[in-house]
């Protein structure tokens, strides 16, 4: 059950170790970040490191005590939050996409929730994109190449 005492909160996912801009014959590739339906803010996949910002919106699980966060950039369940992060092309403006980064919420605690609130700070994602066989990285990003922090 939630408290319904809404908050917001900055969550800044830094992306390093990008594969490029070539990958099964596309050569344009970007990564972007999925804001409802809409992959938004895309950049080539060349850069040294790209940075999306989103604001979410929190509230505390009086059950769980676990952070509950909403919003358009929050997808799944409550109980399995995440955000896309999106590989693809744009083709005259359309996004044809090609795969998906699923980055968890779930090791974000209630406590670094208040503490990056109350400080104004955001919490920081530092996440590794390239895969093992030096592809884009796809699907749930495992702890291998992701690291929480408060920025």
């Known amino acids: 059950m939630a408290t319904n005492n809404l908050q917001q909160l900055m969550i800044r996912l830094r992306c390093i170790e990008l594969p490029g801009c070539e990958f099964e014959g596309r050569n344009k590739v970007r990564l972007g970040i999925q804001k409802g339906k809409d992959v938004i803010e895309d950049v080539l996949a060349e ?8 604001l979410l919106r929190v509230e505390r699980n009086s059950d769980t005590g676990k952070p509950n966060f909403l919003g358009p950039y929050a997808q799944g369940t409550p109980q399995a939050r ?37 400080a104004g700070i955001p919490i920081e994602a530092i996440i590794k994109m390239t895969g093992k066989k030096g592809h884009p990285l796809y699907a749930s990003v495992g702890k291998d190449n992701i690291t929480w922090q408060l920025a």
Request: contains cysteine.
């Open 82 to 118: 995440f955000i896309y992060l999106c590989w693809g092309e744009r083709k005259e403006g359309v996004w044809d996409g090609f795969g998906r980064a699923k980055i968890h919420l779930k090791d974000i605690d209630w406590p670094s929730v208040e503490q990056a609130i109350s």
């Open 47 to 54: 850069a040294e490191a790209i940075v999306f910002t989103c």
